[in-house]
T-cell receptor, first 116, second 109 residues
């Protein structure tokens, strides 16, 4: 089975630009969640997608958006980048059934975004 | 909103020592995750538990639902255990995990 892969691994953008980060879920997983981890902090939940629909969101503004595709791969898009968006972005996939979201998570290695 | 606190923030120990990392949370949960993060960022899921105790190799995780507290223990610690250990609470709904800030563990040979 293939693990969770994220691309790119590193990215440098300028304030005001837009960025797209990609995540390929572990085979068979139908749920993907995205997290932002600032340096020295724990990750913060951005949002979660289940079967191509966003079904949960943390305290992030609308300029953070996402997509989940039929093959369950996913994108995180951030518009109008700000300096504080510099962080490690992690995605995690899991296999969930029904209304329960308590399944082991499989994380990618993250994309480190630097906004200058 | 759940608040997740970990202690200690930093821990340095000698090889072979028994290690305990603590995690407390403020609101009832359906599951508690223990994660390991190495330099460079990759996160590995160690345990997901909702009651009692789980063991995997030298790692043991316990949870006390009534006290809203969980512990991660490492027996016979080794330098390769050096990493950041993070606990994360799940309410069971689609609102993701709430993470602690992590415990930075260094095991010296």
């Amino acid at each position: 089975e293939t693990g969770v892969t994220q691309s790119p691994t590193h990215l440098i953008k300028t304030r005001g630009q837009q960025v797209t980060l990609r995540c390929s879920s572990q085979s068979g997983h139908n749920t993907v969640s995205w997290y932002q981890q600032a340096l020295g902090q724990g990750p913060q939940f951005i949002f979660q997608y289940y079967r191509e629909e966003e079904n949960g969101r943390g305290n992030f503004p609308p300029r953070f958006s996402g997509l989940q595709f039929p093959n369950y791969s996913s994108e995180l898009n951030v518009n109008a980048l700000e300096l504080d968006d510099s962080a490690l972005y992690l995605c995690a996939s899991s296999l969930n059934r029904g209304a329960s979201y308590n399944s082991p998570l499989h994380f990618g290695n993250g994309t480190r975004l630097t906004v200058t | 909103k759940n608040e997740v606190e970990q202690s200690p923030q930093n821990l340095t120990a000698q090889e072979g020592e028994f290690i305990t990392i603590n995690c407390s949370y403020s609101v009832g949960i359906s599951a508690l995750h223990w994660l390991q993060q190495h330099p460079g960022g990759g996160i590995v899921s160690l345990f997901m538990l909702s009651s009692g105790k789980k063991k995997h190799g030298r790692l043991i995780a316990t949870i006390n639902i009534q006290e809203k507290h969980s512990s991660l223990h490492i027996t016979a610690s080794h330098p390769r255990d050096s990493a950041v250990y993070i606990c994360a609470a799940s309410g069971g709904g689609a609102d993701g995990l709430t993470f602690g800030k992590g415990t930075h563990l260094i095991i010296q040979p």
